[in-house]
């Protein structure tokens, strides 16, 4: 079992960058396939990133490919999404999941974080 805190959240303008982090306690997430999703008012909850496996292969969502980076940092036990290039329409709470590497779905999810981008 795993245990996941975000932080990094807050309010930033458009054009802005913010960096998320997830801390993990419990399992390596190195063991995990770890994931970001985000959920908008009145919206549904949509993948944003992932990185899972030894090497840390990684996949994004095609609206934020090229200005999201999603990375691990393994000693620290801690996965980070740097977002740069945010729009107001990417205003959301921001969710970090962890799950089965070989399975699709996540297991385990932390309590959000909320990140406001300003027109």
């Known amino acids: 079992q795993v245990q996941l805190v975000e932080s990094g959240g807050g309010l930033v303008q458009a054009g802005g960058s913010l960096r998320l982090s997830c801390a993990a306690s419990g399992r390596p997430v190195s063991s995990y396939a770890m994931g970001w999703f985000r959920q908008a008012p009145g919206k549904e909850r949509e993948f944003v990133a992932g990185?899972?496996?030894?090497?840390?292969?990684?996949n994004y969502a095609d609206s934020v490919k090229g200005r999201f980076t999603v990375s691990r940092d393994n000693a620290k036990n801690t996965v980070y999404l740097q977002m740069n290039s945010l729009k107001p329409e990417e205003t959301a709470v921001y969710y970090c999941a962890a799950g089965q590497i070989t399975a699709s779905g996540y297991d385990y999810w932390g309590q959000g974080t909320q990140v406001t981008v300003s027109s």
């Open positions: 990185i899972r496996g030894t090497v840390g292969r990684t």
